[in-house]
């Protein structure tokens, strides 16, 4: 990219400089424009953390790799501008970029045998491979001899096989990155395309051989017809996450039918509730692969599930059995109300059974295959599936559990017609395992009056104290500590006070402003975008700032402050959010704060945000230190005259003058559409700015032809490139000369003005004398400032199209009326009255001539 940008650059320079002028404009409008689009991006990530949004992980792949792709285009554009000055940039990118990947990263799915393990083959480095309920089965009988169903696991390494064989992966992930969980519609149509994509699909012929395999050497072990259960054991299933009941389990399945059933469960990966579930707990989709465990089929005549603690009492020392008669399927998916028997751990055990609750259906294997429901069938309470010496049995081996594992548990058991208690499942039991609900402040009633509603939101939250209003640079260096700033804009100076603002609130702005991500980053609650915040909020009144419902009250609102509005919870944990958390810290902190620091360098970028910050001021730079360098040529250049005494050439690099300019070389004013340089001349042809009648435009591109060239045509002259919302102006007024460079577009987060005075015909006192006026009157106008002798650079950023024309025309008025200013000032004294009286509207400061 380097190479081939510095070979562009200099074969237009030698042979073309115009189209040279030309393309570094495009270049510098397309920084722009992926500069807009990254912050939104970089917003987009920071709003997913921030405020918890619930999306699949593939949504966050998909938009840092937009991400990356669009901050590789900024670097790209400024090397374009100027191949030779920021070499290194890209480099410190990519090391950057190759970190973020690194993080993101997934381990590469194994597609690789084992396929198939038997309950005995699995060990304790299994459990990656099987999942946590087939893993825990094992344990359950391998190292505390409990009874547990005999069975094989269908490998996680199998379902990474199906995937990769039939190409699902990249499609999978299409459809996740695209899912709103938030809408009905978009989880029902996701789920079906991705259960359709599995069902449709083939399972390897390696991994059916193996599954055949298992059931023949379990058909030898089993008298009479062999059915069995064909059930989930995701990788991550029944651990903190438990997943219960999120995944298909399909009950007395002939063998030659389980291959379709193992299709079935992985299938119910994708199901609208297990997306939902998963996507809750910030778990990818990649870190839950799909095991699946195939047992035999027990033929209960009573089920139900063991709690080793009360959730409704946790402190109380009673194991809580639920039964049910037949199988469990009817209690676990809600359809029967289970009886109860409540056992102390203490011996000796004391039962105490509930009201008897007599069961009207219950489930149990159909001789076909399959689960048949039956009612009428039972004429005994379920309280007595159990007798006391089961109960207590079932108690016993659920204490030894709870030990083995070190949690509370929660088991499921069945009996079967022979009076036989069987372990089928143990996991960890989630005594405050509730799904956490938006939190909702609407209903605390709040009696102060409402000063200020709507705008955008771009960071949450809940602060309160007294109006500070900003209306430039300066204005900062008094900033309360604690203060909730009103401001025009949200200026990426509030960064230099971060840790004095409680909240911001603007007239104008965006979530993807260069403020909003510092906001979220530091947890300041920042509403933008208010339309009228400046005009309707008083300076030093105590207001508080409820963003989240976009309001701002008089006073403050102490029950606000004190609500759970007011806090941010994080998914203390989540895989999601520790991944966030590590890849963020790439991406969003701001280091590069101060761009005059002699740490503004490309080694200084430590993350994406500083990258751009870097590209950004460095374009803007680059546009205006460098805009008039080397314009020799003249192809496409045209001059302007107007009553002005000054002659301009111009070079058009996107429709910045009108269509009947055509192919004259000299045109007027009427004839140009470029918005800022109209509003620039609009000053300057102010009616009571004084121009002596006398003088008459020189002819310089004479001058330069008979010179031969040895003096420069960009030398002597004035020149302007200009497009519909860009300018680039050097202007020469006798001894001193001004540069100018603007944009001056609909997007105010791009707009800005720079601004080179420098030189005179004075002696030096009076020229630094001028420049203290010009000084001071910028800084009025909301301009940064910086002046050495008689040199002074101001800079004006972010806002939108009137004002920056509005700032234009003021410019205009005080390069008018401060051209030989240098040569009336003596004192410095007589700055301050010239500053009032351009202040109130009289612009005749020239020291000769009249309005």
């Not at 204490?399 to 022979?418: A, K, T």
């Amino acid at each position: 990219m380097y190479v081939s940008n510095l070979f562009k650059h200099w074969t237009h320079k030698i042979f073309d400089p115009s189209l040279l002028a030309k393309e570094k404009y495009e270049a510098f409008r397309n920084l722009l424009e992926y500069d807009k689009k990254s912050h939104e991006l970089i917003a987009e990530i920071e709003q997913i953390y921030y405020d918890q949004l619930k999306v699949d992980f593939a949504a966050i792949e998909r938009t840092l790799k937009e991400l990356s792709l669009s901050v590789a285009k900024v670097v790209e554009s400024l090397s374009e501008i100027c191949p030779t000055c920021y070499p290194r940039l890209d480099n410190y990118f990519r090391k950057i970029d190759v970190k973020i990947k690194q993080i993101l990263a997934p381990d590469l799915p194994d597609s690789s045998p084992p396929f198939v393990l038997s309950l005995d083959q699995l060990t304790l480095e299994s459990h990656l491979l099987v999942g946590g309920k087939a893993f825990n089965l094992a344990a359950n009988r391998k190292s505390l001899g409990l009874p547990v169903p005999r069975g094989f696991v269908i490998t996680a390494n199998s379902y990474n096989c199906f995937l990769e064989t039939n190409n699902l992966r990249e499609r999978i992930d299409d459809k996740l990155a695209r899912l709103d969980i938030n809408s009905a519609s978009s989880l029902e149509k996701t789920s079906k395309v991705l259960v359709e994509l599995i069902l449709s699909a083939r399972v390897p012929i390696a991994i059916e051989e193996k599954i055949t395999t298992a059931l023949k050497e379990m058909r030898k072990e089993h008298k009479g017809r062999l059915g069995v259960s064909v059930r989930s054991s995701a990788v991550g299933e029944d651990g903190a996450a438990s997943f219960a009941g999120q995944y298909e389990s399909v009950l007395n399945v002939e063998p030659n039918l389980v291959v379709l059933a193992y299709k079935e469960v992985i299938a119910s990966k994708y199901s609208p509730r297990a997306l939902n579930y998963r996507i809750n707990y910030g778990l990818s989709d990649r870190e839950t692969p799909m095991a699946v465990l195939v047992l035999e089929m027990i033929d209960a005549g009573a089920s139900g599930v063991v709690y080793t603690v009360d959730p409704e009492d946790p402190e109380d020392d009673t194991v809580v059995i639920h039964c049910t008669w037949g199988l469990g399927k009817l209690l676990v998916d809600g359809s029967v109300t289970p009886s109860v028997i409540r056992v102390k751990r203490e011996p000796p055990c004391k039962l105490e059974r509930d009201d008897e609750i007599f069961q009207p259906v219950k489930a149990i294997s159909a001789s076909a295959g399959g689960i048949q429901i039956v009612s009428g069938v039972n004429d005994l309470p379920a309280n007595l599936a159990l007798d006391d010496d089961s109960a207590r049995k079932l108690v016993e081996w659920a204490i030894r559990l709870e030990d083995f594992y070190g949690v509370p548990q929660d088991i499921e058991w069945c009996m079967d017609n022979q009076g036989k208690l069987v372990i089928l499942q143990s996991r960890p039991l989630h005594i405050e395992d509730v799904e956490p609900e938006m939190i909702d402040c609407s209903n605390i009633g709040v009696d102060n009056r409402v000063l200020l509603s709507g705008g955008n939101r771009a960071c949450g939250g809940i602060a309160a104290g007294e109006v500070y209003k900003v209306k430039g640079p300066k204005d900062l260096e008094t900033l309360p500590k604690g203060a909730i700033v009103v401001a025009k804009v949200p200026s990426p100076d509030l960064v230099k006070v971060v840790g004095k603002i409680a909240a911001v609130i603007t007239d104008v702005g965006s979530p993807a402003g260069h403020f909003a991500s510092v906001a979220r980053e530091f947890g300041i609650p920042t509403l933008v975008n208010t339309g009228h915040a400046t005009s309707t909020l008083t300076a030093g009144e105590k207001v508080t700032v409820y963003v989240d419902a976009k309001l701002v009250y008089q006073g403050v609102v102490q029950q606000l402050l004190e609500s759970a509005c007011g806090a941010r919870s994080l998914l203390v944990g989540s895989p999601l959010m520790a991944t966030m958390k590590e890849v963020l810290d790439y991406i969003s902190p701001l280091n590069l704060v101060d761009s005059t620091a002699e740490s503004f360098v490309p080694e200084g970028c430590e993350t994406l945000h500083d990258i751009l910050r870097f590209a950004h001021e460095k374009s803007v730079y680059e546009m205006f230190s460098r805009g008039g360098r080397g314009r020799r040529g003249k192809k496409g250049v045209k001059k302007l005259i107007s009553e002005i005494p000054i002659t301009v050439h111009l070079l058009d690099v996107g429709e910045g003058l009108r269509q009947e300019a055509g192919t004259k070389k000299v045109v007027e004013l009427e004839e140009i559409a470029s918005v800022p340089f109209r509003a620039l001349w609009k000053g300057l042809g102010h009616p009571d700015l004084y121009w002596d009648p006398k003088l008459k435009h020189f002819d310089w591109e004479e001058f330069d032809r008979i010179s031969a060239g040895i003096v420069p045509l960009d030398s002597l002259g004035s020149y302007a490139i200009l497009s519909a919302d860009y300018l680039n102006l050097n202007i020469h007024f006798g001894y001193h000369f001004v540069v100018l460079d603007t944009l001056c577009g609909e997007d105010y987060d791009n707009n800005y003005i720079m601004l080179r005075f420098a030189g005179g015909g004075a002696k030096p006192y009076s020229r630094s004398l001028r420049v203290k006026f010009l000084e001071e009157i910028l800084s009025k106008l909301g301009f940064r400032t910086e002046t050495k002798g008689d040199l002074i650079e101001a800079q004006f950023t972010r806002d939108d199209k009137s004002a920056i024309e509005a700032k234009l025309e003021n410019i205009g008025l005080l390069l008018g009326c401060t051209r030989l200013l240098d040569m009336a000032l003596k004192d410095e004294k007589d700055v301050e009255p010239l500053v009032n009286r351009f202040l109130v509207g009289d612009y005749n400061l020239s020291p000769i001539g009249k309005r």
